[in-house]
């Protein structure tokens, strides 16, 4: 005799079972659906560790050679004489500049400074502001 040959007679009893067994499929398919977010959350995990790892890598080769950098010039500065040693200060100092997009206004004391930017002469360094 086999599974398939019992007869459940009590309606009741085989309405139990089939809800049983609904409850256990939606169980199963649960503990499925856990399962990939705990591997979707570990795959991610390792994903965020490894770029973590790359990045700090990087960083270190990017800082090593700028000590290098900076160690090979101070070298090469020190037995420099006083005016290359002027000029490299002045090329490091226009570099930083142009790089940071700022704006340099000479003058020949604080006050002429503040004529330029607060009276009619700095109106025209300044290119004109168009309205739209």
Same mark, same amino acid.
């Given at each position: 005799?086999?599974?398939?040959?019992?007869?459940?007679?009590?309606?009741? =009893?085989?309405? @139990?079972? /089939? #809800? %049983?067994?609904?409850?256990?499929?939606? +169980? *199963?398919?649960?503990?499925?659906? $856990?399962?990939?977010?705990?591997?979707?959350?570990?795959?991610?995990?390792?994903?965020?560790?490894?770029?973590?790892?790359?990045?700090?890598?990087?960083?270190?080769?990017?800082?090593?050679?700028?000590?290098?950098?900076?160690?090979? =010039?101070?070298? @090469?500065? /020190? #037995? %420099?004489?006083?005016?290359?040693?002027? +000029? *490299?200060?002045?090329?490091?100092? $226009?570099?930083?500049?142009?790089?940071?997009?700022?704006?340099?206004?000479?003058?020949?004391?604080?006050?002429?400074?503040?004529?330029?930017?607060?009276?009619?002469?700095?109106?025209?360094?300044?290119?004109?502001?168009?309205?739209?």
């Amino acid at each position: 005799m086999s599974i398939e040959d019992v007869v459940i007679v009590n309606q009741e =009893l085989a309405t @139990a079972m /089939a #809800s %049983a067994a609904v409850a256990n499929s939606n +169980l *199963e398919k649960a503990t499925i659906e $856990a399962e990939i977010v705990q591997v979707t959350a570990n795959a991610d995990a390792k994903v965020a560790l490894i770029a973590a790892q790359g990045q700090g890598k990087a960083m270190a080769v990017t800082a090593k050679a700028d000590a290098e950098r900076i160690n090979i =010039l101070n070298d @090469a500065l /020190a #037995s %420099a004489s006083p005016v290359v040693q002027q +000029l *490299e200060h002045i090329r490091a100092s $226009a570099g930083a500049l142009s790089q940071g997009g700022s704006t340099v206004m000479l003058a020949q004391d604080s006050l002429a400074l503040t004529t330029l930017l607060g009276g009619a002469q700095g109106s025209r360094l300044a290119p004109p502001v168009v309205k739209q």
